[in-house]
């Protein structure tokens, strides 16, 4: 690289992993001022010089270390960004005199470096030969001075003191997580692996900013894009329609969708739009929290500009405002309309096709296909491809599926009520006869488009001011509550036709790990039959191979998840609230988040309305409430004892297959929001396909 250049058009962003800031903030102040000034030569001439600044060696090469007296500053650059990484008390030898293996990992998770595939050993929190729980004490006592110095507030101190393990200070209740991460940082030392895998953030004042953060003044910071991911942030105004974003878990889809909502408002007020109205729309309320939350990041006062809520609370207004609004049904009263409906199906071929069915396939047609899609007639019904539906249905049983599908109709307005596919549908219609009284929105960006079904979308597409401005991301692996997903279908099928279109693709996977999501495809491939579509994904991080065991009883159970949960995130350097379990059933989850508070783990069961993250506790979700969520360590769990799934027997086994499929898409999703480490627990001696395809080669299987 050229030294010569003129540093006002060569200048680096500065950029740096959340360790980083950590580490700046415990510095001495008397050498932070030194560390800055050097730092802010890295911005020009990162080149290693090898004097001040040296490349470090090995599978770690990229690294780059700089001198500051005592202080070493570990830093990565490329052509545009300076990250750093850590800054440490080291002599200038420490690094070429220890292999990179014993610098760079941790505990048993082998992550030094891009090691083969499916290497990493058993994490010493899993093996079964060792059933007590590991305890890691801590190398000096907290101390006051010691709570003082890393700015603990005093209401923390007297918990704080009794903490003697690093265990027990990673799950300490009712202490914020940034204030145990601190402690655990001074104690603990992380590995620049582990460090590699933080998400990156810009300093966007550059080091004036890290300096005002070092000096306690708080500076928002935006998470730094990686190159493939900027790529599809930009907004081209004069586009044919709509866009649509593909990728694989972890790949960045609602990050880029976030920006892309900042693009938007840029680009409208150039074109005269001084005051732009956005619509983020999310699938489910959970993911709308967090959204929410990282919007007022992104975007600061601008914020108030984007309106972000679930699809059907939108289609709620829009039947509102029309006077149309109907109550959804209550589940026991929902029930009973459906048993009425199957007894009052009269005739030897009609009374045969609901046996052979059963109740959950029927109304899933009805309501997916049927309401969800928006079908109108009989004879819509009859040429409607159904695709992701495996049961294949003739005219005469398509014939009874639509009698009882207007018997339903019937039997929900007499009780004065509608489901959420009624509901979309009708606010669809409503937005499309220009009847809507809710105003469009000058652009709309959909997060999880795969699971809205088409009238949803419909209705997404009218309320947007033009169709080149709707934005959406979509993975059609991650569908669980639609029959199919395809982008075609979307442009063509009952929604805006001749809008045109275009599909862009994000390909390396930044969030999770390569042996979490491998493991986890092969799983989903291995229900469906069939090798999944070819995925040109690309993998950054690499870590211990996901863990599936089979148990038979409730407390094993409840002590494998305490167990797990404390050793992943001890080993990850993570508080124990940046676990999740997720289980099937509300009951399941009231009853594991108790057991583990009785094992000294804090958790709380939440589910999708009242969600909203918990310092340093456990969160305990339903497996569709966690869509779109994302978490370090996570264990599906909750099936030992569950009624989960709930279907019926004696239907036909065509109809028990579809069914079963859709199911593993739902572990599929819950399994693929792990970043870093994942469990799964089986119930032991049940052979149904739901738990069976854990390759040993892609899964830690005991």
Same mark, same amino acid.
């Given at each position: 690289?050229?030294?010569?250049? +003129?540093?006002?058009?060569?200048?680096?962003?500065?950029? $740096?992993?959340?360790? $980083?800031?950590?580490?700046? !903030?415990?510095?001495?102040?008397?050498?932070?001022?030194?560390?800055?000034?050097?730092?802010?030569?890295?911005?020009?001439?990162?080149?290693?010089?090898?004097?001040?600044?040296?490349?470090?060696?090995?599978?770690?090469?990229?690294?780059?270390?700089?001198?500051?007296?005592?202080?070493? &500053?570990?830093?990565?650059?490329?052509?545009?960004?300076?990250?750093?990484?850590? &800054?440490?008390?080291?002599?200038?030898?420490?690094? +070429?005199?220890?292999?990179?293996?014993?610098?760079?990992?941790?505990?048993?998770? +082998?992550?030094?470096?891009?090691?083969?595939?499916?290497?990493?050993?058993?994490?010493?929190?899993?093996?079964?030969?060792?059933?007590?729980?590991?305890?890691?004490?801590?190398?000096?006592?907290?101390?006051?001075?010691?709570?003082?110095?890393?700015?603990?507030?005093?209401?923390?101190?007297?918990?704080?003191?009794?903490? /003697?393990?690093? =265990?027990?200070?990673?799950?300490?209740?009712?202490?914020? +997580?940034? %204030?145990?991460?601190?402690? /655990?940082? %001074?104690? $603990?030392?992380?590995?620049?692996?582990?460090?590699?895998?933080?998400?990156?953030? &810009?300093?966007?004042?550059?080091?004036?900013?890290?300096? !005002?953060?070092?000096?306690? =003044?708080?500076?928002?910071?935006?998470?730094?894009?990686?190159?493939?991911?900027?790529?599809?942030?930009?907004?081209?105004?004069?586009?044919?329609?709509?866009?649509?974003?593909?990728?694989?878990?972890?790949?960045?889809k609602t990050t880029v969708a976030l920006y892309r909502a900042r693009e938007m408002i840029r680009a409208l007020r150039e074109q005269g739009h001084p005051e732009p109205r956005i619509l983020f729309a999310t699938f489910t309320k959970a993911l709308g929290t967090f959204a929410g939350e990282l919007l007022e990041s992104l975007l600061g006062d601008d914020a108030r500009l984007v309106d972000v809520r679930t699809v059907d609370s939108l289609a709620w207004q829009v039947l509102t405002a029309s006077g149309a609004l109907l109550r959804r049904p209550e589940p026991e009263e929902k029930r009973e309309i459906r048993r009425r409906i199957l007894s009052d199906l009269v005739g030897p071929e009609q009374s045969s096709?609901?046996?052979?069915?059963? =109740?959950? $396939?029927?109304?899933?047609?009805? =309501?997916?296909?049927?309401?969800?899609?928006?079908?109108?007639?009989?004879?819509?019904?009859?040429?409607?491809?159904?695709?992701?539906?495996?049961?294949?249905?003739?005219?005469?049983?398509?014939?009874?599926?639509?009698?009882? %599908?207007?018997?339903?109709?019937?039997?929900?307005?007499?009780?004065?009520?509608?489901?959420?596919?009624?509901?979309?549908?009708?606010a669809a219609s409503l937005a499309a006869s220009g009847g809507c009284p809710v105003r469009p929105y000058d652009a709309v960006i959909v997060d999880e488009l795969q699971d809205l079904g088409a009238s949803a979308i419909r209705l997404l597409l009218e309320l947007c001011a033009e169709p080149n401005r709707l934005f959406a991301a979509a993975d059609e692996n991650q569908s669980i509550h639609t029959a199919s997903f395809s982008w075609d279908d979307v442009l063509t099928h009952r929604t805006v036709v001749g809008v045109g279109g275009r599909v862009e693709t994000l390909t390396a996977t930044h969030r999770s790990t390569e042996q979490i999501i491998e493991g986890a495809r092969d799983y989903l491939a291995a229900g469906l039959g069939e090798a999944l579509a070819p995925d040109p994904q690309r993998y950054v991080h690499s870590g211990p191979l996901p863990v599936v065991r089979a148990l038979d009883d409730v407390d094993d159970e409840a002590d494998l998840l305490a167990r797990y949960l404390r050793g992943a995130t001890r080993d990850l350097h993570f508080t124990v609230g940046s676990s999740a379990v997720l289980v099937p059933h509300s009951s399941d989850g009231r009853r594991i988040a108790e057991a583990l508070e009785k094992r000294g783990v804090p958790a709380v069961f939440q589910n999708s309305r009242n969600f909203e993250f918990d310092d340093n506790t456990v969160q305990v979700l339903p497996l569709r409430a966690a869509k779109g969520l994302e978490f370090p360590v996570v264990a599906v769990a909750g099936f030992i004892g569950s009624t989960y799934p709930d279907f019926p027997s004696g239907v036909d086994d065509d109809a028990q297959t579809d069914l079963l499929v859709r199911e593993r898409r739902t572990l599929f999703v819950a399994a693929t929001r792990a970043m870093r480490a994942l469990l799964v627990v089986t119930p032991k001696g049940d052979d149904s396909m739901l738990f069976d395809g854990f390759d040993s080669k892609l899964w830690n299987t005991g």
């Open positions: 690289m050229m030294r010569g250049r +003129d540093p006002a058009k060569s200048a680096r962003t500065i950029s $740096f992993k959340p360790n $980083f800031a950590k580490d700046l !903030r415990r510095l001495p102040n008397t050498q932070v001022a030194r560390v800055m000034s050097k730092i802010s030569t890295l911005a020009v001439h990162p080149e290693a010089d090898a004097k001040v600044r040296k490349r470090m060696k090995g599978e770690w090469a990229a690294f780059q270390r700089l001198r500051s007296g005592d202080y070493r &500053v570990i830093y990565a650059f490329d052509e545009t960004s300076v990250s750093l990484y850590s &800054v440490r008390l080291r002599a200038d030898d420490t690094y +070429d005199s220890m292999p990179a293996a014993e610098i760079f990992s941790h505990g048993t998770f +082998d992550l030094a470096g891009p090691t083969a595939a499916y290497a990493a050993p058993v994490p010493r929190w899993m093996q079964q030969a060792e059933p007590r729980e590991e305890v890691t004490p801590l190398p000096e006592p907290v101390t006051e001075a010691l709570l003082k110095a890393l700015d603990v507030p005093p209401q923390y101190h007297a918990r704080l003191a009794e903490v /003697d393990s690093q =265990e027990a200070l990673l799950g300490c209740p009712g202490v914020p +997580d940034h %204030h145990l991460l601190a402690i /655990d940082g %001074h104690m $603990f030392e992380k590995p620049l692996a582990l460090v590699d895998a933080e998400p990156t953030y &810009v300093a966007t004042g550059g080091v004036d900013d890290l300096l !005002r953060y070092a000096q306690g =003044e708080l500076v928002p910071f935006l998470l730094k894009l990686h190159p493939e991911q900027e790529r599809h942030v930009a907004w081209t105004p004069d586009a044919d329609g709509p866009t649509l974003l593909k990728g694989g878990p972890g790949t960045g096709v609901p046996e052979r069915l059963g =109740e959950a $396939f029927l109304f899933t047609e009805i =309501e997916v296909v049927i309401q969800g899609r928006g079908i109108r007639t009989l004879a819509e019904y009859l040429a409607e491809p159904r695709p992701g539906r495996r049961v294949p249905l003739d005219e005469a049983a398509r014939r009874v599926v639509w009698a009882a %599908h207007e018997a339903y109709e019937r039997a929900l307005a007499e009780a004065g009520c509608r489901t959420w596919q009624q509901a979309r549908a009708s």
